[in-house]
């Protein structure tokens, strides 16, 4: 049932999807260990183990203990941290602005029945993501990209990897609005075998600051642009130091994102957690195969 969940996560299936699909394909049925004449879990039972889980709080254990067999293997947290967050979409909710304001505020709608709460999801929230347009050959050298903010709804995966093998050591969930630097202390491995921690600016603040101080990690966090004027030279050339090591992590959400299609489409943030921490998981099971044959004889 557990290798079911790894192939939803590597292909972004729904669960009538993953039981057409463990019926359709033998390589499925192989890699499950189904034989022909067994019978197919079908999709209620896989969204029942799945609930099992989230119940138990299985995904950080077995994710504890995965990073114990990459230990065992060699594969340390080693060469720094590298730490950064994107928003995962989830089903848009069809609500009033009156029961938008309600759950803003933390509470259920009255009038809601017992089943429509079951089918409201009140933890996920909008967000903007900003970003800018890309300048076309014959837009001229006097225009500047024009910012871009598209509102997304969803939850924020936060993740941490290791700079020397690329692998998540440590992550967390939250909602889609929450700010990025405040998870911070929840995402720093102590394992990791290098004081250095590089972030976005979004991270660059006191309280973070001072806290990766006092647990003598060095920070090589991005810096901001003061207000309508530029970086100081020096500042310039470290911003664009890091971004070269910072933007490791930027393939592994696009390898989230775009090849395995990390998409939400459970309710509430207990089973959005078991739901990214699943894709992490398969992440960092392809990754140490790719690892493994890099190291292996030829």
């Known amino acids: 049932m557990f290798r079911i969940l790894v192939l939803q996560a590597l292909y972004t299936l729904s669960d009538e999807q993953t039981e057409f699909q463990l019926r359709d394909r033998l390589s499925f049925m192989r890699f499950v260990g189904l034989e022909l004449h067994e019978p197919v879990p079908d999709a209620k039972t896989i969204w029942l183990y799945r609930e099992q889980l989230k119940r138990a709080g299985a995904i950080e254990k077995l994710f504890r203990r995965f990073d114990e067999v990459l230990t065992a293997k060699g594969y340390l947290a080693m060469g720094g941290q590298i730490i950064d967050a994107t928003v995962v979409a989830a089903p848009k909710q069809k609500l009033s602005v009156d029961e938008k304001a309600v759950i803003k505020a933390g509470g259920t709608p009255a009038g809601w029945s017992a089943a429509k709460r079951r089918q409201k999801d009140h933890d996920a929230r909008w967000t903007l993501k ?18 871009i903010a598209v509102p997304v709804y969803g939850y924020k995966s936060h993740l941490n ?14 909602d889609a609005a929450a700010h990025d630097g405040s998870s911070l202390p929840d995402l720093l491995d102590p394992e990791n075998t290098a004081a250095s921690v590089w972030a976005d600016t979004a991270y660059r603040s006191e309280r973070n600051l001072r806290m990766l101080a006092q647990r003598g990690l060095r920070e090589r966090i991005q810096f901001r642009r003061p207000p309508r004027r530029c970086l100081s030279e020096p500042r310039a050339k470290a911003n664009a130091a890091r971004a070269r090591i910072r933007s490791a992590i930027e393939h592994v959400f696009a390898r989230q994102k775009h090849r395995m299609a990390l998409f939400v489409r459970t309710i509430g943030l207990r089973r959005a957690r078991v739901k990214i921490g699943l894709a992490n998981l398969a992440y960092n099971f392809s990754r140490l195969m790719w690892l493994n044959s890099r190291t292996a004889p030829a």
Request: glycine share 12%; no cysteine; hydrophobic share 30%.
């Open 161 to 174: 990897i290791d700079r020397r093998h690329g692998l998540i050591r440590a992550w967390t969930v939250t």
């Open 130 to 147: 900003r970003g800018r347009s890309k300048l076309q050959p014959d837009d001229g050298a006097g225009r500047s990209a024009v910012e």
